[in-house]
């Protein structure tokens, strides 16, 4: 599997994990520096971010991708993921959303990890 094609299949992971709510799985695909920018504008690191995830602050239900971007530069890259999500956030019911994410990702030995995210919609 190519540097590109590592990089889609780890997308495809994160959004699995999110609506597993499986923070064990997605802490090791961020890396220990992770921030995650909200579409609200709101910054969250990756501890923060995980734990509203297990709180039930953020709930996923589903996720199909429209298109998985990726370009690599050596041991950096940058993906823009589209995808159709369904979710229910900060109490509210739940809805569907076209998200966009635009992600930053590091190679650390020999792995690649997400090292930052923002959320828009498209």
């Known amino acids: 599997m190519d540097d590109r094609e590592a990089i889609r299949d780890l997308y495809r ?3 699995q994990y999110m609506i597993e709510k499986n923070v064990a799985e997605l802490r090791k695909l961020m890396s220990n ?3 995650l920018m909200h579409m609200t504008g709101v910054r969250q690191s990756r501890d923060a971010f995980l734990s509203g995830l297990a709180d039930g602050t953020f709930n996923y239900y589903g996720a199909d ?3 998985i971007d990726v370009t690599v530069n050596s041991d950096t890259a940058a993906m823009i993921g589209k995808s159709r999500v369904t979710a229910a956030v900060y109490g509210g019911r739940k809805s569907s959303w076209k998200l966009r994410g635009d992600f930053t990702l590091r190679k650390e030995n020999g792995v690649w990890r997400m090292t930052g995210s923002k959320a828009t919609t498209y």
């Open 13 to 15: 992971r994160y959004w």
């Open 33 to 35: 520096d992770y921030v």
């Open 65 to 67: 991708h429209d298109s």
